[in-house]
């Protein structure tokens, strides 16, 4: 599908889906995501299930990061004195 396409599907402008290609620029709504991934499912799901999947993991390992790095960071003397 072409930009042009997905906007009219999407009900946004050309500029507009240009701009989510360009990871500099902005993102979707959760609104336009939504109808993004419905757009994506009709034309390849298998091709969506597959990057769909691979981001949902490196979100997970984001948050796994982000977990050991709060339980590991030292307390400051407040929290250390409550116990």
């Not at 939504?34 to 969506?48: G, I, M, P, Q, Y």
């Not at 999947?53 to 990061?65: H, K, Y």
Request: hydrophobic share 35%; charged share 30%.
């Amino acid at each position: 599908m072409s930009t042009v396409e997905i906007a009219e599907t999407v009900g946004v402008t050309d500029r507009s889906v240009r701009y989510w290609l360009d990871p500099k620029k902005t993102h979707p709504s959760n609104q336009h995501l939504d109808r993004l991934v419905e757009v994506a499912f009709k034309v390849d799901s298998a091709c969506t299930l597959k990057i769909l999947a691979a981001e949902a993991e490196e979100f997970q390992q984001l948050v796994d990061e982000h977990r050991a790095n709060l339980t590991s960071e030292p307390r400051d003397e407040a929290q250390a004195a409550q116990g």
